[in-house]
């Protein structure tokens, strides 16, 4: 076994890369850019050794730094985690040359499978089922528009050396095609440098079902059975489980058969995810194979009980497989969803900032997070941003669905993020959708329950207003003690804030709003604590504070339990599994009004354009693309707000712009 590994890799995975050698007695060795440097797995790891700037084309992606990483730190081998070089060809052959383990396939399964068209052409040989399609070399775009209109719409383009939703497009009509090509070689150029595509036939309301195989250096390949991946969003993985629902018994074997035997078509070796679509019908077609760990690979892990990066490193050492496919055996029912810092009312634009609270809920046999951050750290514009992997798990038999279920809905309630949006609402909306529930599940799930998962912004119940305006006077009361305890003399009454008058009790009116919908609470001071009143309505209240922002409330005869965080002139409120944003409002601040419609579109965060849609002097109407900012290696169309005239554009093709910063000069009719 390895004394030192590095790991070519950052955030969420390479922590729990760490977890697993640290358990092993294995030494660590992690890599990070400059924007890295205070990061949680270079926190974590026995040695670290900064590659470059942040950019990850300047640091991450570069093969020679993390090879010089590893020679001069001594390391035996690297794991690649997912993402970045993890399926690149040319850093594995690099370390095979410099004497070091890549802990994953060998060189020529990442070549056969690192092409989309030529695993596919790998596979038809295999007798592996494959989707109706184009997966040839010609990439001219009539060429490529002729395949599609053959084929039928709706297609779907997909870049061959793709993967995570990358270089993805849905084409419904003919007429779509030449612009969703276009934007789709433009994202598989910047994510993977190859701007190769192949078309597919686009199957209506079809699964994701993906086994996760596993080979050795001996000629053992096994299945440790399937996740189902169909709820997704850009076409990212959203929520995962397994196993999947409604799975039987003959069709997982035939499943897992194919798996094994594209795996066993390419001698594989490692961890590998086998990628099916599957039709309402049950048939079942290959998609692609990824050639490395996956993000949703704890899922797996919880119903087998094992650990995959442990398997990994074995294999990777030359032992053989651990076990043999019948004493793999499936356990209880596991979900995993994933936390992004990402607004999904913006059509989940990434968010970046500081994790000014962090609070995920509390680890046991049935909950895990895997994070990369933690309380302080930053999201930053430069990677992904994944906040955390929140894994639930439960064997209760025939309903352990059911009462997984049920934990991630709790352990959702639980999780608490300021300083960021995050999708934690969307992702409790999503669970309890009754889509979701009764395992109703495809593709386009999100899209068809949308009425459901994206409601209508209401007014924040009474209790949550009340807990903002409770949160202020205790801040107030805090406040205060701490000022006297500093004074010359901290026992002067003059110092409390107990509310004490010689004629009745002071009063104290918190102004709030949140949305369109503004509230005045006003507190007044009592023996036993409080009374909050709104709109007359007064009910006395008595609080103990637990401490980072949480209190235990009694308050018209009820006891309940909720976290007010401060953020500035921002309350985030958490109640009753539920968070709300309110701002506190300065009655003697007041903003004036431009009162005009006249003015720029903004970028939503760092970027670089890509593209200009729109011609200067043009009329557009609303919702007509002007733009296309790259950011996080995904494209954003920034779009006409209403119908009117693009004046002039603030920056040219291939320009930085920073948060905030004018795109458009545009003129509404």
């Known amino acids: 076994m390895f004394n030192k590994i590095l790991i070519a890799n950052r955030g969420e995975i390479a922590c ?13 060795v992690a890599v990070y850019s400059e924007a890295d440097a205070g990061a949680r797995h270079v926190r974590l790891a026995d040695e670290a050794v900064c590659i470059g700037p942040a950019a990850a084309k300047s640091s991450y992606l570069v093969a020679e730094k993390i090879i010089a990483a590893a020679k001069s730190t001594g390391a035996q081998a690297v794991h690649p985690g997912y993402g970045f070089l993890s399926e690149n060809e040319e850093f594995a052959r690099a370390c095979e040359k410099n004497g070091i383990v890549f802990i994953g396939p060998p060189v020529a399964a990442i070549h056969a499978m ?7 052409k790998l596979m038809e040989k295999a007798g592996v089922p ?17 395949q599609a209109d053959a084929i039928g719409y709706p297609v779907l383009i997909k870049a061959a050396a793709g993967g995570g939703g990358k270089g993805m497009r849905a084409v419904n009509a003919s007429a779509e095609f030449f612009d969703a090509l276009a934007s789709c070689k433009r994202e598989a150029k910047s994510s993977f440098n190859d701007e190769h595509v192949l078309i597919e036939k686009y199957l209506q309301r079809p699964r994701h079902i993906e086994f996760q195989i596993f080979g050795d250096s001996h000629g053992n390949c096994v299945h440790l059975f399937e996740r189902d991946c169909s709820v997704q969003r850009r076409h990212q993985k959203v929520l995962e489980e397994a196993p999947a629902p409604g799975m039987t018994a003959e069709r997982r074997a035939q499943m897992g058969k194919a798996a094994v035997d594209a795996a066993k078509a390419v001698n594989y070796v490692g961890a590998g995810t086998v990628e099916f679509i599957v039709n309402n019908d049950g048939t079942f077609y290959f998609m692609e194979m990824n050639t490395r760990l996956q993000v949703e690979h704890p899922v797996t892990e919880m119903i087998t009980g094992l650990d995959l990066v442990e398997w990994q490193l074995r294999v990777g050492a030359g032992d053989t497989l651990p076990l043999m496919q019948e004493q793999i055996q499936i356990r209880g029912h596991a979900l995993e969803a994933r936390v992004y810092a990402e607004d ?10 500081k994790l000014i609270h962090l609070a995920p809920p509390a680890e046991s046999m049935h909950v895990r997070v895997d994070t990369g951050v933690e309380q302080g750290d930053e999201i930053t514009p430069w990677y992904d941003p994944m906040i955390a992997k929140l894994i639930v798990w439960d064997d209760s038999g025939r309903n352990s669905r059911d009462a997984a279920l049920a934990r991630m809905l709790q352990a959702l309630a639980d999780y608490r993020v300021v300083g960021v949006a995050n999708n934690i609402g969307f992702l409790s909306r999503l669970v309890a959708s009754p889509a979701f529930s009764q395992a109703d599940l495809d593709t386009g799930l999100i899209e068809r329950e949308k009425t459901f998962l994206f409601p209508a912004s209401g007014k924040p119940s009474s209790d949550a207003w009340r807990m903002a305006a409770l949160a202020e006077l205790l801040r ?3 406040h205060a003690a701490t000022n006297a305890t500093s004074s010359s003399d901290p026992h002067s009454p003059w110092a409390t804030r107990d509310g004490w008058r010689m004629n009745g009790a002071a009063e104290r009116r918190v102004h709030l709003r949140s949305g369109e919908h503004e509230c005045v609470v006003v507190g007044a001071y009592t023996r036993a604590g409080f009374t909050l009143a709104i709109d007359g309505n007064v009910s006395p209240v008595s609080a103990q504070q637990l401490g980072a922002g949480a209190m235990r409330v009694d308050i018209d005869g009820r006891r309940l339990t909720a976290t007010v965080i401060a953020a500035g002139e921002k309350r985030h409120v958490f109640i009753d599994g539920m968070s709300f944003v309110f701002a506190v409002v300065d009655p003697l601040f007041h903003v004036a009004s431009s009162g005009g419609a006249e003015g720029g579109l903004t970028a939503p965060m760092p970027g670089k354009v890509i593209a200009l849609i729109a011609a200067v002097g043009q009329t557009v109407e ?3 693309p002007l733009l296309i900012l790259e950011a996080m290696k995904m494209e954003h169309t920034i779009a006409a707000p209403v119908a009117g005239i693009v004046k002039s554009f603030r920056f040219a093709v291939g320009e930085q712009v920073g948060d905030g910063a004018e795109l458009v000069e545009f003129v509404p009719s």
């Open 16 to 28: 729990r890369v760490i977890k697993t050698a640290r358990r092993m007695g294995i030494r660590t």
């Open 114 to 120: 690192g092409s989309k068209s030529e695993a596919k």
């Open 130 to 146: 494959l989707t109706p399609g184009y997966h040839g070399d010609n990439q001219e775009p009539e060429f490529l528009k002729q």
């Open 344 to 353: 999904p009312d913006k059509g989940f634009l990434p968010s970046t900032g």
């Open 476 to 478: 107030d009361r805090q």
């Open 622 to 624: 609303k919702g007509a």
